[in-house]
């Protein structure tokens, strides 16, 4: 009975009830990549958009070939850990790019 979140769902889960830029807060900790499971949002979700891309249930409609929005990042990557980044890959191919 489980699903992807939506990308909607997934990123307001993310910014809790503060709309926060980072999962953790406002500002980027830089902890989260390391030790995601202690990166926990407003909503007390963990683990997200700090330690890896999670592929959403939402489909990207432009024409081309089927892509899904695919969200958070991977620990190397600080400033796509926004709550508000995003990246379409396509399921078809191997790591979606």
Do not use: H, Y
């Amino acid at each position: 009975g489980a699903r992807l979140c939506t990308e909607l769902e997934w990123e307001r889960a993310c910014k809790g009830p503060n709309g926060d830029l980072f999962s953790a807060g406002a500002a980027w900790d830089p902890t989260c990549a390391k030790t995601p499971e202690q990166c926990v949002s407003g909503f007390g979700v963990r683990s997200m958009g700090a330690a890896l891309e999670e592929w959403t249930a939402s489909v990207v409609v432009d024409g081309g070939p089927k892509r899904v929005a695919v969200r958070g990042a991977s620990a190397s990557a600080a400033a796509a850990s926004r709550t508000s980044s995003r990246v379409i890959l396509s399921p078809s191919l191997p790591n979606g790019r």
